[in-house]
């Protein structure tokens, strides 16, 4: 079993930033997928961005240049630096991670709010 749990949401002026962590625990083996997710009340779940244990990431096309996702493998850790936030970013944040052989595990989420 793993489990995931975020940290980090919170309220911001719009072209603030907020770092969002995911700390993993549990059966992680060392190949796995991790990423951010996001879902608004009614629309579906969307990929934000997503990086591998070996360290390639992607991004939505509405986030490149303004979030960066990490992750630090001793820790089992990942996060989410978003920078020039905007209202749009609005949205409720979820963990993910895909790990090889074993399965699909998502966090709780955590809200992030942008006021305008």
């Known amino acids: 079993q793993v489990q995931l749990v975020e940290s980090g949401g919170g309220r911001v002026q719009a072209g603030g930033s907020l770092r969002l962590s995911c700390a993993a625990s549990?059966?992680?083996?060392?190949?796995?997928?991790m990423g951010w997710y996001r879902q608004a009340p009614g629309k579906e779940r969307e990929l934000v961005a997503q990086i591998t244990s070996a360290g390639s990431t992607k991004y939505a096309d509405s986030v490149k240049g303004r979030f960066t996702i990490s992750r630090d493998n001793a820790k089992n850790t990942m996060y989410l630096q978003m920078n020039s936030l905007k209202p749009e970013d609005t949205n409720f944040y979820y963990c993910?991670?895909?790990?090889?052989?074993?399965?699909?595990?998502w966090g709780q989420g955590t809200q992030v709010t942008v006021s305008s």
């Open positions: 549990g059966s992680i083996l060392s190949l796995n997928v």
């Open positions: 993910r991670i895909d790990v090889l052989g074993r399965g699909t595990y």
